[in-house]
């Protein structure tokens, strides 16, 4: 069983794993549109964090890991509870680096979920996130990171880097 991280997930997947390499799907976009109650900010004052939004022809490049098939359980439990603020596990097809396609899944927030908070512009994104802190830390210290850890491994993400840039003007 293959998970896609296209975030945190990518510099610091925390859970048990075969082996990982890099890896894209097809038709979804990162982007900070979900709203972040119990990492990255509060519940009464929640942060900016990523989700997947569905567009045809779009790719988002990330990083798949293969789930060991002892103990998968309690490595899907402990995720599940992990991403438990708005996400769910839903069903893709993960592209591998040398271009094999296999079934997997990841963790995204839907539209209609509680904490979703939407579209919003780049410097609206990174005014948010650069007052917004949680229990897992700075808001700001989560988008500056996934952007560095983006560019050390040659993925190019305008929304990220947008973000990035602004905020990096604001803190
Ligand atoms: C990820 O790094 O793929 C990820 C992003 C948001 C929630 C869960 C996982």
């Not at 799907?25 to 979804?28: N, R």
């Given at each position: 069983m293959w998970?896609?991280?296209?975030g945190s997930l990518i510099w610091r997947p925390g859970f048990e794993h075969v082996r990982s390499e890099p890896a894209r799907?097809?038709?979804?976009l990162r982007r900070f549109y979900q709203g972040s109650p119990d990492h990255r900010g509060t519940p009464g004052s929640p942060g900016r964090v990523l989700t997947l939004v569905e567009q045809a022809?779009?790719?988002c490049e990330g990083r798949a890991f293969l789930l060991p098939e002892a103990g998968r359980d309690g490595v899907l439990a402990a995720l599940d509870?992990?991403?438990q603020g708005g996400y769910r596990r839903h069903p893709l097809v993960i592209e591998l680096g040398q271009g094999e396609e296999v079934a997997g899944f990841t963790y995204l927030a839907a539209s209609d979920n509680p904490h979703y908070l939407g579209p919003a512009s780049a410097d609206e994104i990174a005014a948010h996130v650069a007052c917004s802190v949680g229990p897992s830390g700075p808001n700001r210290d989560y988008v500056l990171e996934?952007?560095?850890?983006?560019?050390r491994r040659g993925i190019e993400d305008p929304h990220v880097s947008e973000v990035a840039r602004h905020l990096e003007r604001l803190v």
């Open positions: 998970l896609f991280g296209y799907v097809h038709g979804w022809g779009a790719v509870h992990r991403e996934l952007d560095r850890a983006l560019r």
